[in-house]
């Protein structure tokens, strides 16, 4: 591949040229992005949407020579503190698109060292990040007209050692789904789901909609709708404000839960109220479903 930067930027405008009025994404599905766990490099392509790709940024050569230098020793970095803290192992987040290949989600830059090195592939995790067409049909299967979103990566899930998680799934959906729940998630949206409200989740990384759908439906709740790739270097920000306007426009109250509050807004009735929480602890839950429960016997009083 390329050895100066002169060259790889060429290489970079041509692909960009090529995928111009041409690309859109296209499902991969679930038994596709199971099986694919390796792509070629020659497989994937720049996405325009990048920081990568702008002029005006463009790639970090240094950074790009860098992973070169690990993938030939094959090891993982020794100074994750300087510039990197991706291990050349981490798998690259692509979505399928037509007319052939995959789109680069995150990665850029192992990529580029890996087409300089002729290495025949790369790990990749396909995902389906949400579309428009996704949106219409959630909201076509919505139930209820009003609603409670979560941050799936800030509320749903946790990572904290000082936080309870739930039980992982039985085997050998535990080897699948391997986020941790944070403790009594499922019963609030049990609880969700008994009072009238539909769930959004939304999240700024990259997991497919149907993936986090299917995991709560096993721990037997619903999750109404699922928004992924909220980021940076996910959806672009017309498409995402596009899919929050057809969401919003949906329903006439909307319940946003935080760690420390509950917020409440009626755009019916011009109503927004703001419940604060004590934030952490087992009681969590508790609080935010005596908050709700309370909403709901007021208005029916």
């Given at each position: 591949?390329?050895?100066?930067?002169?060259?790889?930027?060429?290489?970079?405008?041509?692909?960009?040229?090529?995928?111009?009025?041409?690309?859109?994404?296209?499902?991969?599905?679930?038994?596709?992005?199971?099986?694919?766990?390796?792509?070629?490099?020659?497989?994937?392509?720049?996405?325009?949407?990048?920081?990568?790709?702008?002029?005006?940024?463009?790639?970090?050569?240094?950074?790009?020579?860098?992973?070169?230098?690990?993938?030939?020793?094959?090891?993982?970095?020794?100074?994750?503190?300087?510039?990197m803290e991706t291990d050349i192992n981490d798998p690259?987040?692509?979505?399928?698109?037509?007319?052939?290949?995959?789109?680069?989600?995150?990665?850029?830059?192992?990529?580029?060292?890996?087409?300089?090195?002729?290495?025949?592939?790369?790990?990749?995790?396909?995902?389906?990040?949400?579309?428009?067409?996704?949106?219409?049909?959630?909201?076509?299967?919505?139930?209820?007209?009003?609603?409670?979103?979560?941050?799936?990566?800030?509320?749903?899930?946790?990572?904290?050692?000082?936080?309870?998680?739930?039980?992982?799934?039985?085997?050998?959906?535990?080897?699948?789904?391997?986020?941790?729940v944070r403790l009594g998630i499922p019963a609030l949206?049990?609880?969700?789901?008994?009072?009238?409200?539909?769930?959004?989740?939304?999240?700024?990384?990259?997991?497919?909609?149907?993936?986090?759908?299917?995991?709560?439906?096993?721990?037997?709740?619903?999750?109404?709708?699922?928004?992924?790739?909220?980021?940076?270097?996910?959806?672009?920000?017309?498409?995402?404000?596009?899919?929050?306007?057809?969401?919003?426009n949906h329903y006439q109250e909307t319940v946003h839960?935080?760690?420390?509050?509950?917020?409440?807004?009626?755009?019916?009735?011009?109503?927004?109220?703001?419940?604060?929480?004590?934030?952490?602890?087992?009681?969590?839950?508790?609080?935010?479903?005596?908050?709700?429960?309370?909403?709901?016997?007021?208005?029916?009083?």
């Amino acid at each position: 591949m390329s050895v100066s930067k002169t060259e790889f930027q060429k290489f970079l405008d041509g692909e960009l040229d090529k995928l111009k009025g041409v690309y859109y994404p296209v499902r991969a599905g679930m038994l596709r992005r199971a099986v694919i766990r390796r792509l070629s490099p020659k497989k994937l392509h720049p996405n325009p949407d990048d920081e990568f790709c702008d002029p005006a940024v463009g790639p970090s050569y240094e950074i790009i020579s860098r992973y070169v230098k690990e993938y030939s020793r094959n090891n993982q970095f020794s100074h994750k503190e300087d510039y990197m803290e991706t291990d050349i192992n981490d798998p690259l987040y692509v979505e399928r698109i037509r007319p052939d290949g995959y789109m680069i989600l995150n990665g850029h830059h192992r990529w580029a060292a890996a087409l300089k090195l002729g290495l025949s592939s790369l790990p990749v995790r396909i995902v389906d990040l949400t579309q428009e067409m996704d949106v219409k049909k959630m909201l076509k299967n919505a139930k209820h007209n009003k609603r409670v979103s979560l941050d799936l990566d800030e509320i749903v899930f946790t990572d904290r050692e000082d936080e309870a998680a739930e039980k992982p799934l039985p085997f050998p959906f535990s080897h699948i789904y391997r986020e941790r729940v944070r403790l009594g998630i499922p019963a609030l949206f049990h609880f969700l789901n008994t009072q009238g409200y539909d769930i959004w989740l939304y999240s700024s990384n990259f997991y497919s909609a149907d993936y986090i759908q299917r995991m709560f439906l096993l721990r037997q709740v619903l999750v109404t709708g699922v928004i992924t790739g909220t980021g940076r270097n996910g959806l672009k920000n017309a498409v995402r404000k596009k899919l929050m306007e057809m969401i919003l426009n949906h329903y006439q109250e909307t319940v946003h839960i935080e760690r420390m509050s509950v917020l409440r807004t009626n755009t019916e009735k011009g109503v927004f109220e703001d419940y604060p929480l004590t934030g952490g602890g087992d009681g969590w839950s508790t609080q935010v479903m005596d908050i709700i429960g309370a909403m709901n016997r007021h208005e029916e009083a």
